[in-house]
């Protein structure tokens, strides 16, 4: 079961739930100079998330914009070996 994430401030929904609600399952938000993506759910990075190309792809992309688009930005994961092993 997907998580419901509540935005508030300078959040924004990046992903919603598939029955078109306005529940946000991805979001965004920026934080001073800081940016953040939060995901409502871990099977984004799990073996069978990771075989969709467009999770990827959404993966790929809340990397990129985290991390100001730098070409080799230096990632902390925890507990999430399979997606340790596809980055």
Avoid: C
Wanted: proline content about 2%; cysteine-free; glycine content about 10%.
């Amino acid at each position: 079961t997907w998580g419901e994430l509540i935005l508030l401030n300078n959040s924004f929904p990046i992903l919603v739930n598939a029955q078109g609600a306005r529940e946000a399952i991805v979001g965004g938000a920026t934080m001073g100079k800081g940016k953040i993506v939060a995901f409502g759910h871990d099977g984004f990075f799990e073996k069978e998330g990771l075989k969709n190309s467009q999770t990827r792809q959404l993966i790929n992309n809340a990397i990129l914009w985290t991390a100001n688009k730098k070409e080799k930005p230096v990632i902390l994961i925890r507990d999430l070996e399979v997606l340790a092993d596809y980055l």
